[in-house]
């Protein structure tokens, strides 16, 4: 028998796939698979819109570590965080930020609502989100009790992707 091939099992999927008023950002990502798992999870919670801040591999990286998902999302890049500012201000979107500050609140108190334009953003493996960007949006972080410090960056986006959904799709 004759297994279905990757983009054949997409297409299927596509025919039952929802979608959401959510886009994700990542903000100067210094490994090319970071930005192609985020851009997997977008996929797969029905995120149609990612936005990278810096650098955005070549498509035969995105595509081969994305699993294809490259192709199911709407990809925008920017040089600098002032200029994906604007779009969220121009989109008038609700800015929420996954980040490690003094002030950032626990996961556990953020409340989405269905139908308000959300954007998601993680920072840097290292640096973490520049400051303009945590000024500019509601801060909140993932309890972690274990000994490590901090999850990889594209796990955060995993889940707060999952988060959102739980709660828009618990509230119907």
């Known amino acids: 028998m004759i297994r279905p091939t990757r983009y054949e099992r997409y297409q299927t999927k596509l025919k039952l796939a929802k979608t959401y008023p959510i886009g994700v950002c990542t903000v100067n990502f210094v490994t090319d698979e970071n930005i192609c798992f985020v851009i ?10 990612v936005h990278v801040i810096g650098k955005l591999p070549d498509r035969p990286i995105l595509k081969k570590k994305s699993a294809s998902t490259m192709d199911y999302v709407r990809l925008y890049q920017y040089s600098y965080p002032s200029e994906f500012l604007s779009y969220v201000r ?28 959300i954007i998601i953003c993680t920072g840097a493996e290292t640096a973490g989100v ?40 618990g509230r119907k």
Not at 90 to 101: F, P, W
């Open 40 to 49: 997997r999870a977008a996929a797969c919670f029905g995120v149609p819109d």
């Open 90 to 117: 121009s989109s008038k979107s609700r800015l929420v930020v996954a980040e490690l500050t003094e002030d950032a609140r626990p996961i556990s108190e953020l409340v989405f609502t269905p139908g308000e334009k």
């Open 130 to 169: 520049t400051q303009d960007i945590i000024s500019a949006g509601e801060v909140y972080y993932i309890p972690m009790p274990g000994p490590a410090w901090c999850a990889n960056t594209s796990q955060i986006m995993n889940i707060m992707l999952y988060e959102y959904v739980r709660q828009i799709e």
